[in-house]
């Protein structure tokens, strides 16, 4: 992988969850993109594929480390895709993605601070 490209994980502190459905949400967008090559979008589905398949490198049947090994190769594959598809489309899509998570700006001049008291009229 180059040096150059920024790693799937966000710099700011979000939550893990939200993390990964960033990560999907751009995995399917950049699916979506006419731009991206066929090679990139075949390796999500072969990764899929090799979750399916009854061939495994570690048998299912062995807990735990079955199921550990499909979470590897998924997250393998995810990684593959978003590094082998063009680096100005995937910062284009974060770009947007990153918009729609961003709270709304607030109107910030229209703000007024100050304090009050409460006069008797006696």
């Not at 993109?33 to 594929?49: E, G």
């Not at 061939?55 to 895709?81: C, E, H, S, T, Y």
Request: aromatic share 4%; with cysteine.
């Amino acid at each position: 992988m180059s040096e150059e490209r920024k790693s799937i994980v966000a710099p700011e502190r979000v939550g893990a969850i939200a993390q990964v459905m960033r990560t999907l949400q751009l995995v399917w967008r950049l699916l979506n993109d006419a731009r991206v090559s066929l090679f990139p979008k075949l390796i999500v589905p072969a990764a899929l594929v090799y979750v399916i398949s009854p061939i495994d490198v570690l048998p299912d049947v062995i807990l735990g480390l079955g199921q550990l090994d499909d979470l590897g190769v998924i997250a393998l594959g995810i990684a593959l895709f978003i590094e082998f598809c063009p680096r100005a489309i995937v910062e284009e899509h974060r770009r947007i993605i990153a918009a729609q998570a961003a709270p709304p700006p607030t109107e910030s001049d229209e703000v007024i601070d100050g304090s009050y008291r409460v006069v008797d009229d006696k």
